[in-house]
């Protein structure tokens, strides 16, 4: 099998370049680089620079390198971004992922594989998401990350393509130093970034219906989730025409008052944080259920919080060596 990954040379994506290739899989990269590292793809897996929105060139990569899968990383991620800017999430999340599924079914390729979220679940009153939970997002971000979901789904029901919808929850660690998270987006390098600059680290909003007040996440290693991904490219392989819809977390939550009080242990830093205002669209509390994708493919996370901090910090100090503490 051949995969093109969309998005190869960001963060998730070359972590699942790596994980395909380790598994004797061939790779290509599509990345239109506003935000992947060209560095991060390995020596011998091709990088077209290209954007999903220019089906033209997505059709010429797919016939040239005889792709017969697809792994759809690349989009527009940041939720309080998507809440400024919402025809902008669109037109690259919705109408990029429109433009890539049409190249892909002109060409034949049989497996699709999109990178979906959990902010498609918004702010669920469960103790545990499951699959099943009605999804409410509560951002343009996570709308689109839903529309994605029909749209592959229906557009799999219409030509025979093998998907699978993928709802991450919150990505961290790293598997090894040069493939940290090198973006200040997600909570731990925002945590990296303040302790840094010897500031004391955010927390946005503190008055939530949770035991400390701060939002409680489920994390999910790099690692696993690009196993993940094999997994789940491996069985569209073996069962034409399936059509999976998976959550990928650990099903345990952590506070985010919890997580820096972590982060500070590991680092050596002690600097208790700052209560600022709410972030919009933030939920109290999205933990995932993961029985679904252990019963149908033995997936299972292997890594821990702890794993996710510790690596995370090692390729950190590796960008920043001023941040490490004798």
């Not at 010429?60 to 809440?83: I, N, P």
């Not at 995370?312 to 001023?322: E, L």
Request: with cysteine.
């Amino acid at each position: 099998m051949t995969w093109l990954i969309t998005g190869g040379a960001g963060y998730i994506g070359a972590h699942v370049v790596r994980a395909m290739t380790e598994a004797g899989e061939q790779a290509v990269v599509y990345d239109d680089l506003s935000t992947g590292i060209a560095e991060r793809v390995p020596d011998g897996v091709p990088l077209v620079i290209g954007s999903t929105l220019d089906g033209e060139l997505l059709g010429r990569v797919l016939t040239e390198h005889s792709v017969t899968g697809v792994v759809h990383l690349a989009a527009k991620k940041q939720v309080g971004e998507s809440v400024d800017l919402p025809l902008h999430y669109y037109r690259e999340n919705v109408e990029g992922l429109r433009v890539l599924l049409e190249a892909v079914t002109a060409a034949g390729v049989p497996s699709f594989v999109f990178s979906s979220s959990a902010a498609v679940y918004g702010m669920p009153d469960v103790h545990l998401v499951t699959e099943e939970t009605p999804c409410a997002p509560m951002s343009p971000y996570g709308e689109t990350k839903l529309a994605g979901e029909w749209l592959v789904r229906a557009t799999g029901r219409a030509t025979g393509l093998s998907t699978a919808s993928l709802r991450y929850f919150n990505v961290a660690g790293a598997a090894s130093p040069e493939l940290a998270d090198v973006g200040v987006f997600n909570l731990i390098p925002m945590v990296f970034e303040k302790l840094t600059e010897e500031a004391p680290p955010r927390i946005f909003g503190d008055d939530y219906p949770t035991p400390d007040g701060t939002c409680i996440r489920d994390y999910i290693h790099v690692v696993d989730l690009a196993e993940a991904h094999v997994a789940v490219a491996r069985a569209l392989q073996a069962s034409p025409g399936r059509d999976l819809t998976l959550n990928i977390g650990r099903g345990e939550g952590v506070s985010v008052r919890e997580m820096i009080d972590r982060i500070n242990a590991v680092t050596g830093h002690h600097r208790p944080p700052t209560v600022t205002p709410r972030r919009p669209g933030d939920p109290a509390r999205v933990v995932a259920s993961a029985d679904r994708i252990t019963a149908e493919l033995g997936w299972k996370a292997r890594h821990d919080v702890q794993d996710m901090i510790t690596s995370a910090w090692d390729g950190w100090v590796r960008q920043y060596p001023g941040a490490a503490r004798d």
